[in-house]
């Protein structure tokens, strides 16, 4: 599943997908890939995102029940 909230909290920070990957010390292609839905990162690399984006893990990575 997409993750549009991360792409999203990103954007409003004015930060680019390679910005971002080195400010949490993974690659660009991390980051894309979690926005995509095709990684599923660890929790610490949620919680360096969610710190960078000065978001809760809820706000970023829960996925509501359809």
Do not use: H
Not at 24 to 31: A, D, L, M
Not at 41 to 55: Q, V
Request: charge should be negative.
């Amino acid at each position: 599943m997409k993750n549009l909230s991360m792409k999203a909290a990103r954007a409003a920070k004015d930060l680019s997908q390679q910005e971002l990957a080195e400010r949490v010390g993974v690659s660009r292609q991390t980051i894309n890939a979690i926005e995509k839905g095709d990684y599923n990162p660890t929790i610490n690399l949620c919680r360096a995102i969610c710190r960078e984006l000065g978001k809760t893990l809820d706000e970023l990575f829960w996925e509501e029940e359809p």
